[in-house]
């Protein structure tokens, strides 16, 4: 395991070396941050100075080269835009981010398993079709078109939940949190589901594909035979099982989920990372460009690891290949 | 400082008349409303966010709209965007090169802070020093070589030339507390306990990106704003900043995308403020080149040896081809004006009878012709998608009607971030761009837009197509000496109409702003395009 571990560390160092002079690379080609951030009427001398302020006036592998050299030292740059170091912006919008996904992922495990289930087991009732054909067009709705959708039923017809935006927060740890206020998760309901309505039929299309699967293996055939209780062949044999596909994709999708929130974040104005990376490239705010991918690339490798760990917990032919 | 003495008292005596009047005034219409803690709040949703509190580090919109609700300059511009007394009560040329401006007394910062001359020299001091700015205000302060502080409230700025646009120029320039701010960061603004200044409203937090919350300054020198509370959020969707206004969870939103006017304007409880805006949208074509000009050709797809666009009867062709009526009644649903010029009616340098030419797709084929083109040419017409309102559909139009007029026209839209760094390193041949006078007079976008190109001069520096006109520049620099309103006035009428009258560029049109609020909400529309809540109020009652 611990050799496992290791490699995986060097692995995902040299990814994150690697994808640094990528990003580096493509948000320099995008565009000239100065032409959007300048004051039109500045001049040409306050246009030189800002240039030089921002450090722009580097050839490009000097940039790249200061930017490591910071980094190493756990300085990912300061914004352009809100002369605040990026990484302090981006945490501060961190917990907004990470309670929308968590909401979404939650909501799609409560949602989608038990429609999962109940269309596994019973593939031909009326009721499991409606669920498959109503799972398509989770899959197939585009997010912004059902966020607006949301908003104009739920906010604007029916006035039960607040439009757009982020409640009440409470402060723990130092920073902000709103699913632990009434009014925090008013508002947290809407963007949730939004952001959770393909997982969700991600989730009712993977554990129904697992139970139908599943109840044809020898062991739950055994299981019945034996006598054992429907509820006790459902839920233990069957539900371990099915549930090691249903990690590992919810445990992928929970990185991308953090990470392509955009959508969803800025239908519903919702204060996270993802409406803060959108607005920093509208305006090429390359550290906090660059700061943002750097973090998803670590995220995504911290998640590929975790989900390998869960894996050898949920499933002993792992672990027992570990030991061999 | 002694001599003011005898006056604070009666002072003293006033503000607490007003407060007691007030009061009295708060707790009539509390006994007449149905919701009298609902009455004083205010929520406003605004499309584009605010990047910094600190009012000297970023010259954004946004940013101004902000600083001017907590912050004060010497000068102000009114909702027309002419130039009224703030911090400064009147001021005036003693010489050439010296402005005296007298200072408003008996002011204080939201802490308590006195406001005298000290501070405005601190503030000039401040500006140019402002670290990491990517669009520093000092272009403001730079004209100012001295500062002399005559008395308390008297203050001379010297120049090393004549400069009339100083009244002008300050309304950008928030006034810092030379005690409070000595050693305040952009940080320190954001985070709050900076935000101290001498407007409207005190900032009561701030959340980068999301919200900033502020309470009335019941100290506040200018008219008692309506709200003891403002909630001000940014919602950059169109649509979800729409749907919050229909929610009822804000009371006014700005930036009403034109495609939802009519709609929002046939509903019963929602009402309207629009005004004519200082946005000139506007074509700028390649007047660098002699030779080829990099996205025009001729009918066969080959390069055109001489650049067509040199030629000021091909632009007039190519200006007299547009049918703006159809831009702007269509495209745009009535959210703008033809434009024959830079600014709308009424501004500063305003060129009277200047009108856009009338659209006549045969005098645009004549005029070809007579520029040797009788068959036309190719050209590739670019501009932004993200920028204005309806940008790539207007170019779309303008692709259209220039290929009716015999100049086949291909059209490249593309995000901003990509297409002004093009546009500035002089890439493009023809393409569509805008430009907010924020001062509202003419010498501003003489200056930026159409003056050639010189760094000495700091001219030019937007003049994206490099237009050149030596005779407009000549005029334009008499202008800038000129102290006398009225000839000064007169010269960048000259100056405009020369620059026009040889299509330097293509003024399209002029945006009109929209605010949309619920009903019960009124508001005053600015020109300039600030969303400001000192400029909400309760409708009359009828």
């Known amino acids: ?97 990470l309670e929308l996904a968590i909401g979404a992922t939650v909501a799609a495990l409560i949602i989608g398993l038990p429609l999962g289930l109940y269309a596994g087991l019973k593939p031909n009732s009326p009721v499991s079709k409606g669920i498959m054909a109503t799972s398509i067009l989770g899959f197939s709705l585009p997010t912004f078109w059902v966020g607006l959708m949301l908003i104009m039923v739920f906010a604007v017809q029916l006035g039960w939940l607040p439009s757009t935006g982020r409640g009440e927060t409470v402060t723990i740890l130092g920073m902000r949190w709103s699913f632990l206020t009434r009014d925090g998760i008013a508002h947290l309901i809407m963007p949730a589901l939004n952001l959770a309505l393909f997982k969700i039929s991600l989730v009712i299309r993977l554990t129904r594909a697992g139970v139908r699967e599943t109840m044809l293996m020898d062991y739950v055939k055994f299981a019945r035979a034996k006598g054992l209780s429907p509820a006790r062949v459902t839920f233990v044999h069957v539900f371990k099982n099915i549930l090691i596909p249903v990690v590992t994709v919810v445990g992928l999708e929970f990185g991308g989920t953090i990470a392509f929130s955009v959508v969803t974040e800025s239908v519903f104005a919702w204060p996270g990372m993802g409406k803060l990376i959108i607005d920093s490239i509208n305006v090429l705010d390359r550290p906090v460009m660059v700061a943002y991918l750097m973090m998803i690339v670590l995220l995504f490798i911290t998640i590929n690891l975790v989900v390998d760990i869960t894996y050898s917990l949920l499933d002993p032919r792992v672990r027992l290949e570990g030991k061999q | 400082m002694l001599t003011f003495a005898p006056l604070g008292l009666p002072r003293d005596k006033m503000t607490v008349f007003r407060h007691a009047a007030g009061l009295a005034a708060g707790l ?77 007394q008996g002011v204080t910062f939201h802490n308590g802070s006195p406001f005298t001359a000290e501070d405005v020299a601190f503030t000039f001091e401040r500006v140019p020093k402002v670290p990491n700015s990517p669009s520093s205000y000092a272009i403001y302060t730079r004209p100012i070589t001295r500062v002399e502080i005559v008395d308390s409230y008297t203050l001379r700025l010297h120049t090393a030339s004549p400069y009339p646009l100083m009244p002008t120029d300050l309304a950008s320039v928030m006034i810092l507390d030379r005690e409070t701010h000595a050693n305040a960061t952009t940080e320190g603004f954001n985070a709050g306990p900076m935000a101290v200044g001498t407007g409207p409203f005190r900032m009561v937090s701030h959340r980068n990106g999301d919200r900033i919350e502020f309470e009335r300054n019941d100290n506040y020198f200018g008219p008692r704003p309506a709200w003891s509370r403002v909630t001000y959020r940014m919602i950059t969707n169109d649509a979800a900043r729409t749907a919050a206004l229909l929610a009822g969870d804000v009371d006014v939103i700005d930036q009403v995308p034109t495609s939802d006017l009519a709609k929002l304007r046939g509903d019963q409880r929602l009402t309207l403020a629009e005004t004519t805006g200082l946005r000139v949208i506007f074509l700028s074509f390649d007047h ?255």
């Open chain 1, 1 to 97: 395991m611990t050799a496992f571990l290791l490699r995986r560390l060097i692995q995902a160092a040299a990814v994150v070396l690697v994808m640094s002079l990528l990003v580096f690379l493509g948000v320099f080609a995008v565009g000239d941050p100065i032409e959007i951030l300048i004051s039109p009427e500045a001049d040409q001398f306050e246009r030189e100075r800002a240039v030089k302020a921002l450090g722009l006036d580097l050839p490009l592998w000097q940039q790249y080269l200061v930017f490591l050299g910071n980094a190493l030292r756990g300085d990912l740059g300061r914004s352009f835009v809100f002369n605040e170091p990026a990484l302090k912006l981006i945490l501060e919008r961190m917990p907004a981010t």
């Open chain 2, 28 to 104: 009539a219409i509390a006994g007449l409303a149905l919701e009298p803690a609902a009455a004083q709040t205010l929520t406003m949703g605004v499309g584009a966010p605010v990047t910094s509190i600190d009012p000297h580090y970023h010259q954004l919109s946004p940013n101004t709209a902000v600083a001017e609700m907590i912050f004060s300059a010497l000068t102000e511009t009114d909702s027309r965007a002419r130039i009224t007394p703030d911090l400064a009560e009147s001021w005036r040329p003693v010489s050439d090169t010296v402005w005296e401006f007298k200072l408003r």
């Open chain 2, 288 to 542: 660098v080149r002699d030779d080829a000009s990099p996205f025009v050709t001729d009918n066969d797809g080959k390069p055109i040896p001489r650049n067509p666009l040199r030629d000021p009867r091909v632009r007039r062709a190519l200006s007299t081809a547009i049918d703006r009526n159809a831009i702007t009644e269509r495209v745009m649903e009535s959210a703008a004006l033809p434009a024959g010029q830079f600014l709308p009616e009424g501004s500063f340098g305003y060129v009277p009878g200047l009108n856009p030419p009338r659209f006549d797709t045969e005098a645009a084929k004549r005029l070809l012709a007579e520029a040797g083109f009788p068959g036309g040419f190719r050209i590739t017409l670019h501009g932004p998608n993200d920028r204005y309102p309806n940008d790539a559909r207007i170019i779309q139009a303008i692709g259209q009607m220039w290929t009716r007029a015999g100049v086949r026209t291909a059209v490249e839209a593309q995000p901003w971030t990509t297409f002004v760094g093009r546009a500035a390193r002089q890439e493009l041949s023809a393409f569509l761009i805008g430009w907010g006078t924020s001062s509202g007079e003419a010498s501003n976008p003489l200056r930026n837009l159409t003056a050639t190109f010189d760094r000495e001069k700091g001219y030019g520096a937007s003049n994206r197509g490099r237009y050149s006109n030596p005779e407009a520049d000549r005029i334009l620099e008499q202008a800038m000496r000129e102290l006398d309103d009225a000839k000064r006035e007169a010269l960048l009428q000259q100056a405009t109409r020369l620059a026009m009258e040889d299509v330097g560029i293509v003024p399209l049109h002029i945006q009109k702003n929209a605010w949309a609020m619920r009903r019960g909400f009124a508001m005053e529309a600015r020109a300039d395009e600030l969303t400001r809540a000192q400029d909400v109020r309760p409708a009359a009652a009828r």
